[in-house]
């Protein structure tokens, strides 16, 4: 185990590419907190595998939607392991399969407040401890519908092509105070989310039209993350990268 010593706040991470990012940064001696919003059980279980391979995490409720909610749970997890986070991995996110023309208000803006509100939140409230120590890592879980559009899942596109966006962002406004931010846009993945998509005849045609003709894994998603966390990293802020297997090359 490497002993990284920092403390890592992973949101939607009962879920396959969190938990795989959670269970793989622990396993690099990084402190995690298993941000989730319902699915308790899923984050304790998390927690369990993480403690019998030897890391330390804690879980943490956090709905996107409840900013109150949000710095709870960074309070409860940083006094857990006393010290600052120094991670911040969006990674909490809702998809929802609906033609244009039957998108609601409602529909878009439920995608909105947790897609990229949420993160928005999160990232303001993680900011002043990086900013004071000069070091921070926020990373964005976005997806190539946010660089291509959405067919079935316009609202999921734009709420992630918007989260592209606020890392720039953020990139432009924090990089001088050892601050990086990046995005990681993923492609199809072989995660419970994914699935509802490839029963879809879009979902199956994308799959057939995959350069490297199949799915990432979540463990693929996770290395490319460990990577984003570490001092090698330093000069890549603002950046977008592709696990994509292909599918898009911008």
């Known amino acids: 185990m490497i002993n990284n010593n920092k403390l890592v706040l992973i949101t939607g991470a009962s879920g396959g590419v969190g938990s795989a990012t959670a269970k793989h940064l622990a396993a690099l001696g990084y402190e995690v907190g298993i941000g989730y919003c319902s699915n308790e059980h899923k984050a304790k279980t998390v927690q369990t595998e993480i403690g019998n391979a030897g890391g330390k995490s804690i879980t943490v409720k956090l709905d996107y939607q409840d900013r109150k909610q949000i710095r709870s749970a960074i309070d409860e997890l940083t006094r857990h392991f006393n010290k600052p986070i120094s991670i911040l991995i969006n990674n909490g996110a809702i998809a929802q399969e609906k033609p244009f023309n ?83 846009a993923i492609g199809l993945v072989a995660t419970d989310m994914s699935a509802n998509e490839l029963q879809t005849e879009a979902g199956k045609e994308k799959l057939k039209n995959i350069p490297a003709q199949r799915l990432a894994t979540t463990s693929e998603i996770a290395e490319t993350i460990e990577f984003l966390c570490s001092e090698k990293s330093a000069y890549l802020t603002g950046q977008t ?8 090359f911008g």
């Open 102 to 184: 039957t998108i609601t208000d409602d529909d878009w803006q439920q995608m909105m407040a947790i897609n990229l509100q949420g993160p928005f939140i999160a990232a303001q409230e993680v900011l002043d401890p990086m900013r004071e120590n000069h070091w921070g890592r926020i990373i964005n879980i976005t997806s190539i519908g946010g660089q291509w559009g959405g067919f079935n899942q316009v609202h999921y596109a734009a709420s992630k092509a918007a989260l592209i966006n606020l890392t720039q962002s953020l990139a432009k406004i924090y990089s001088k105070d050892g601050v990086v931010t990046t995005a990681v």
């Open 241 to 248: 990268l592709n696990v994509n297997g292909g599918m898009y």
